[in-house]
Nanobody
Framework: QVQLVESGGGLVQAGGSLRLSCAPS????????MAWFRQAPGKERNFVAA????????RYEDSVKGRFTISRDNPKNTVYLQMNSLKPEDTAVYYC???????????????????WGQGTQVTVSS
């Protein structure tokens, strides 16, 4: 069984930065694309960012472009989300996701992912 463990969430003022990390526990696996999603209270879980296995292709939700950066460390099977210029509307529980399927090379829908973390709370105060 594969589990993903997120860390790095917390409370930050608007304009501040946080860096989220996500690493697997349990059996080893080779992930293809990895991603971050977020869910605000009373709202659906939405795509934030994704990255291919090679790290050469990334995708971002429009509202985070230019502020968030996704990256990965393949030897550690770890994915990161650097969040800068945070806004109150970024407040949500952030989930990382990983998949073993290789087609497509990058995925932006939560249903396309095989493994999920338990989530980490990010709160941005105004």
């Amino acid at each position: 069984q594969v589990q993903l463990v997120e860390s790095g969430g917390g409370l930050v003022q608007a304009g501040g930065s946080l860096r989220l990390s996500c690493a697997p526990s349990g059996r080893t696996f080779s992930s293809s694309s990895m991603a971050w999603f977020r869910q605000a209270p009373g709202k659906e879980r939405n795509f934030v960012a994704a990255i291919t296995r090679s790290g050469t292709i990334t995708r971002y939700e429009d509202s985070v472009k230019g502020r968030f950066t996704i990256s990965r460390d393949n030897p550690k099977n770890t994915v990161y989300l650097q969040m800068n210029s945070l806004k109150p509307e970024d407040t949500a529980v952030y989930y990382c996701a990983a998949r073993e399927r290789t087609i497509p090379a990058i995925a932006t829908m939560w249903g396309e992912y095989d493994y999920w973390g338990q989530g980490t709370q990010v709160t941005v105060s105004s």
